[in-house]
């Protein structure tokens, strides 16, 4: 039992470029999550899912796009990246909005 | 929506000594109170929780107490261990609502 897998680890990417976070989670809960950790700031939600089929922004959601592909699969892509957005970005699950978050193990994002 | 704010950011205690996190929450309606550990590049993990209906929960040596009139919730862990240094995060949850986090509290045991 895997729980939520994220991928990938490390990145580092130049001004402009594009990419996608993958995030898979094997515990068939409804709700998923994207978070960015930066120092001093605590857990800043960027976008969730609370459902397969929905998606709604959260704190931070400038910047970036979320795609549900299905229950298990929940992507986060930045169109055209900058420095701000160097950060150590975590995907989440949880069995409905509200219960308990369960986290993947972190990607680390440098943009030059 | 929902604001969390904790305390202290950073807290150094001497192995042995006990260590105390307050959290603050503004919103009533607010009934789920996780605490997560997350030691040094390591993912958060959910280490103790408490519910609205409960006033104070123990597992072991960490305890969580639930003021529901004041609004605040606060992590306790007595006989420290260096093992227990890491960053604690609280969080508070409105049902069928998101995760609001708190901004985190560093604790570093002495040996």
């Known amino acids: 039992n895997a729980g939520v897998t994220q991928t990938p680890k490390f990145q580092v990417l130049k001004t402009g470029q594009s990419m996608t976070l993958q995030c898979a989670q094997d515990m068939n809960h409804n709700s998923m999550y994207w978070y960015r950790q930066d120092p001093g700031m605590g857990l800043r939600l960027i976008y969730y899912?609370?459902?397969?089929?929905?998606?709604d922004k959260g704190e931070v959601p400038n910047g970036y796009n979320v795609s549900r592909l299905n229950k298990r699969e929940f992507s986060l892509r930045l169109e055209s990246a900058a420095p701000s957005q160097t950060s150590v970005y975590f995907c989440?699950?949880?069995?409905?909005?509200?219960?308990?978050?369960?986290f993947g193990e972190g990607s680390w994002l440098t943009v030059v | 929506g929902e604001n969390v704010e904790q305390h202290p950011s950073t807290l150094s205690v001497q192995e042995g000594d006990s260590a105390v996190i307050k959290c603050t929450y503004s919103d009533s309606a607010s009934n789920y109170f996780p605490w997560y550990k997350q030691e040094l590049g390591k993912r958060p993990q959910l280490i103790i929780d408490?519910?609205?209906?409960?006033g104070e929960k123990k597992d072991q040596r960490i305890a969580v107490t639930l003021n529901k009139t004041a609004k605040h919730f606060s992590l306790h862990i007595t006989e420290t261990q260096p093992e227990d240094s890491a960053v604690y995060f609280c969080?508070?949850?409105?049902?069928?609502?998101?995760?609001?986090f708190g901004t985190g509290t560093s604790l570093t045991v002495i040996p």
């Open positions: 969080a508070a949850s409105i049902p069928g609502n998101q995760f609001y």
């Open positions: 989440a699950s949880s069995k409905k909005p509200g219960n308990t978050i369960y």
């Open positions: 899912s609370a459902s397969e089929g929905t998606t």
């Open positions: 408490i519910r609205s209906n409960v």
